[in-house]
Protein backbone atom coordinates (compact mmCIF):
# COMPACT_ATOMS: atom_id res chain seq x y z
CA UNK A 1 0.00 0.00 0.00
CA UNK A 2 1.49 3.38 -0.83
CA UNK A 3 1.44 5.69 1.77
CA UNK A 4 3.28 8.55 -0.57
CA UNK A 5 1.72 9.57 -3.65
CA UNK A 6 3.72 12.08 -6.38
CA UNK A 7 2.46 13.21 -9.74
CA UNK A 8 3.40 13.82 -12.08
CA UNK A 9 5.47 10.76 -12.67
CA UNK A 10 7.57 13.00 -15.30
CA UNK A 11 7.33 16.94 -16.38
CA UNK A 12 9.09 18.69 -18.51
CA UNK A 13 9.65 22.49 -18.28
CA UNK A 14 11.26 25.52 -20.19
CA UNK A 15 14.19 27.00 -18.62
CA UNK A 16 12.95 30.16 -16.63
CA UNK A 17 9.39 27.97 -16.23
CA UNK A 18 7.82 27.16 -13.11
CA UNK A 19 8.02 23.39 -12.08
CA UNK A 20 5.13 22.03 -9.98
CA UNK A 21 5.48 19.05 -8.06
CA UNK A 22 2.59 17.35 -6.20
CA UNK A 23 2.39 14.97 -3.02
CA UNK A 24 -0.21 13.46 -1.18
CA UNK A 25 -0.28 11.25 1.90
CA UNK A 26 -2.86 9.28 4.07
CA UNK A 27 -1.47 9.50 7.48
CA UNK A 28 -1.98 11.63 9.43
CA UNK A 29 0.25 11.27 12.28
CA UNK A 30 3.43 12.54 10.25
CA UNK A 31 4.24 15.47 10.69
CA UNK A 32 6.97 16.32 8.82
CA UNK A 33 7.50 16.86 5.18
CA UNK A 34 10.52 16.63 3.47
CA UNK A 35 11.24 16.77 -0.40
CA UNK A 36 14.85 15.39 -1.48
CA UNK A 37 16.35 15.51 -4.80
CA UNK A 38 18.34 13.30 -6.48
CA UNK A 39 21.26 13.06 -9.06
CA UNK A 40 22.02 10.25 -11.25
CA UNK A 41 24.80 7.53 -9.39
CA UNK A 42 23.61 10.02 -6.37
CA UNK A 43 21.95 9.15 -2.86
CA UNK A 44 19.04 11.57 -2.40
CA UNK A 45 19.92 14.75 -0.94
CA UNK A 46 17.74 17.11 1.10
CA UNK A 47 15.80 20.25 -0.49
CA UNK A 48 13.67 21.62 1.57
CA UNK A 49 11.34 20.30 4.09
CA UNK A 50 8.11 21.49 6.24
CA UNK A 51 6.17 20.74 9.45
CA UNK A 52 2.95 20.68 9.32
CA UNK A 53 2.01 23.40 11.38
CA UNK A 54 2.75 25.43 8.60
CA UNK A 55 1.39 25.59 5.02
CA UNK A 56 4.05 27.71 3.03
CA UNK A 57 7.94 27.38 3.24
CA UNK A 58 10.35 29.20 1.35
CA UNK A 59 13.90 28.69 0.20
CA UNK A 60 15.27 30.77 -3.04
CA UNK A 61 13.49 29.29 -5.60
CA UNK A 62 12.02 26.26 -4.24
CA UNK A 63 8.64 26.64 -1.99
CA UNK A 64 6.47 23.74 -0.33
CA UNK A 65 2.41 24.34 -0.01
CA UNK A 66 1.17 22.47 2.45
CA UNK A 67 -2.49 21.68 2.98
CA UNK A 68 -3.00 19.60 6.10
CA UNK A 69 -7.20 19.30 5.40
CA UNK A 70 -6.60 17.81 2.16
CA UNK A 71 -3.17 16.00 2.85
CA UNK A 72 -1.79 17.56 -0.19
CA UNK A 73 1.49 19.53 -0.69
CA UNK A 74 3.37 20.62 -3.71
CA UNK A 75 6.86 21.51 -4.43
CA UNK A 76 7.13 24.95 -6.83
CA UNK A 77 10.36 25.00 -8.02
CA UNK A 78 10.41 28.99 -9.78
CA UNK A 79 12.42 30.47 -12.71
CA UNK A 80 13.19 26.39 -13.50
CA UNK A 81 17.56 25.88 -14.66
CA UNK A 82 18.62 23.00 -16.50
CA UNK A 83 20.47 21.78 -13.40
CA UNK A 84 17.27 21.55 -11.58
CA UNK A 85 16.92 18.33 -13.73
CA UNK A 86 16.61 15.76 -11.49
CA UNK A 87 14.52 13.36 -9.34
CA UNK A 88 12.30 14.59 -6.46
CA UNK A 89 11.21 12.43 -3.75
CA UNK A 90 8.13 13.74 -1.62
CA UNK A 91 8.69 11.87 2.17
CA UNK A 92 7.03 11.71 5.36
CA UNK A 93 8.38 10.87 8.57
CA UNK A 94 7.46 11.73 12.33
CA UNK A 95 9.16 13.71 15.10
CA UNK A 96 9.75 10.57 17.33
CA UNK A 97 9.48 8.15 14.42
CA UNK A 98 12.56 7.76 12.85
CA UNK A 99 11.26 6.53 9.60
CA UNK A 100 10.68 7.78 6.55
CA UNK A 101 7.95 6.75 3.91
CA UNK A 102 8.82 8.15 0.66
CA UNK A 103 6.99 8.42 -2.81
CA UNK A 104 7.87 7.36 -6.30
CA UNK A 105 9.41 10.47 -7.66
CA UNK A 106 9.21 12.79 -10.51
CA UNK A 107 11.29 13.13 -12.70
CA UNK A 108 12.02 16.71 -13.95
CA UNK A 109 13.89 17.84 -17.12
CA UNK A 110 14.12 21.19 -17.85
CA UNK A 111 15.02 22.43 -21.14
CA UNK A 112 17.41 25.17 -21.92
CA UNK B 1 28.01 18.93 2.95
CA UNK B 2 28.77 16.26 5.11
CA UNK B 3 29.17 12.70 3.63
CA UNK B 4 28.03 9.22 3.68
CA UNK B 5 30.15 6.48 1.96
CA UNK B 6 28.81 3.02 0.57
CA UNK B 7 31.32 0.12 -0.67
CA UNK B 8 31.02 -1.29 -2.53
CA UNK B 9 29.08 0.80 -5.18
CA UNK B 10 28.06 -3.00 -7.17
CA UNK B 11 28.01 -6.47 -5.93
CA UNK B 12 26.93 -9.13 -7.20
CA UNK B 13 26.38 -12.53 -5.93
CA UNK B 14 25.06 -15.49 -6.15
CA UNK B 15 21.51 -16.43 -4.53
CA UNK B 16 22.30 -18.28 -1.25
CA UNK B 17 25.77 -16.83 -0.77
CA UNK B 18 26.50 -14.14 2.29
CA UNK B 19 27.08 -10.31 1.52
CA UNK B 20 27.90 -7.40 3.80
CA UNK B 21 26.73 -3.63 2.80
CA UNK B 22 29.35 -1.22 4.25
CA UNK B 23 28.07 2.14 4.72
CA UNK B 24 30.44 4.99 6.50
CA UNK B 25 28.26 7.47 8.27
CA UNK B 26 28.40 11.05 9.21
CA UNK B 27 31.04 11.49 11.43
CA UNK B 28 29.02 12.93 14.69
CA UNK B 29 25.59 11.10 13.52
CA UNK B 30 23.88 9.09 16.10
CA UNK B 31 21.13 7.33 14.26
CA UNK B 32 21.70 4.68 11.45
CA UNK B 33 19.44 3.97 8.55
CA UNK B 34 18.72 1.40 5.77
CA UNK B 35 16.59 1.93 2.76
CA UNK B 36 16.24 -0.54 -0.01
CA UNK B 37 15.03 0.51 -3.98
CA UNK B 38 13.74 -1.59 -6.31
CA UNK B 39 14.34 -0.64 -10.11
CA UNK B 40 11.27 1.78 -11.25
CA UNK B 41 9.51 1.84 -7.48
CA UNK B 42 10.17 4.28 -3.93
CA UNK B 43 12.65 3.83 -1.74
CA UNK B 44 11.45 1.54 1.32
CA UNK B 45 12.41 1.64 5.08
CA UNK B 46 14.66 -1.31 5.87
CA UNK B 47 15.34 -0.63 9.66
CA UNK B 48 17.17 2.11 12.06
CA UNK B 49 19.52 1.92 14.13
CA UNK B 50 20.57 3.91 17.20
CA UNK B 51 23.14 3.14 20.40
CA UNK B 52 23.98 -0.49 19.37
CA UNK B 53 20.80 -1.28 18.76
CA UNK B 54 18.24 -1.65 16.53
CA UNK B 55 15.08 0.68 17.13
CA UNK B 56 12.81 -0.15 14.34
CA UNK B 57 12.24 -2.25 11.38
CA UNK B 58 10.01 -2.73 8.57
CA UNK B 59 8.45 -5.80 7.29
CA UNK B 60 10.80 -6.34 4.58
CA UNK B 61 13.78 -6.52 6.90
CA UNK B 62 13.81 -10.30 7.09
CA UNK B 63 15.21 -12.93 9.42
CA UNK B 64 18.10 -13.30 6.98
CA UNK B 65 18.84 -9.37 7.39
CA UNK B 66 21.07 -7.79 10.09
CA UNK B 67 23.14 -4.89 11.16
CA UNK B 68 25.74 -3.89 13.31
CA UNK B 69 27.77 -1.49 13.59
CA UNK B 70 31.41 -3.26 16.10
CA UNK B 71 33.31 -0.22 17.27
CA UNK B 72 31.94 2.62 15.66
CA UNK B 73 33.48 1.41 12.46
CA UNK B 74 31.62 0.72 9.68
CA UNK B 75 27.41 0.01 9.64
CA UNK B 76 26.90 -2.94 8.05
CA UNK B 77 23.78 -4.33 6.73
CA UNK B 78 24.47 -8.33 6.13
CA UNK B 79 21.96 -10.56 4.12
CA UNK B 80 23.03 -14.43 5.01
CA UNK B 81 21.60 -16.18 2.85
CA UNK B 82 20.99 -14.03 -0.26
CA UNK B 83 17.42 -14.43 -2.52
CA UNK B 84 16.62 -13.30 -5.58
CA UNK B 85 13.87 -10.77 -4.33
CA UNK B 86 16.85 -8.59 -2.34
CA UNK B 87 17.92 -7.58 -6.09
CA UNK B 88 18.02 -3.68 -5.38
CA UNK B 89 19.77 -0.75 -4.59
CA UNK B 90 20.35 -0.55 -1.05
CA UNK B 91 20.73 3.10 0.52
CA UNK B 92 22.52 4.01 4.16
CA UNK B 93 21.84 7.19 5.46
CA UNK B 94 22.46 8.83 9.18
CA UNK B 95 21.13 11.78 11.06
CA UNK B 96 22.16 13.43 14.54
CA UNK B 97 18.26 13.31 15.67
CA UNK B 98 15.10 11.88 14.92
CA UNK B 99 11.88 12.63 13.06
CA UNK B 100 12.83 16.26 11.69
CA UNK B 101 16.51 15.61 11.47
CA UNK B 102 17.87 15.85 8.26
CA UNK B 103 18.61 12.53 6.98
CA UNK B 104 21.58 12.07 4.69
CA UNK B 105 22.14 9.44 2.17
CA UNK B 106 25.13 7.82 0.83
CA UNK B 107 25.29 6.87 -2.80
CA UNK B 108 23.86 3.34 -2.82
CA UNK B 109 24.85 0.41 -3.48
CA UNK B 110 23.33 -1.77 -6.58
CA UNK B 111 23.08 -5.41 -5.24
CA UNK B 112 21.91 -7.84 -8.19
CA UNK B 113 21.26 -11.95 -6.60
CA UNK B 114 21.69 -14.16 -9.80
Known amino acids: QQQVRQSPQSLTVWEGETAILNCSYE??????FPWYQQFPGEGPALLISILSVSDKKEDGRFTIFFNKREKKLSLHIADSQPGDSATYFCAEGGSALGRLHFGAGTQLIVIP | GPKVLQIPSHQIIDMGQMVTLNCDPVSNHLYFYWYKQILGQQMEFLVNFYNGKVMEKSKLFKDQFSVERPDGSYFTLKIQPTALEDSAVYFCASSWGLGGGEQYFGPGTRLTVL
Open chain 1, 27 to 32: NSAFDY
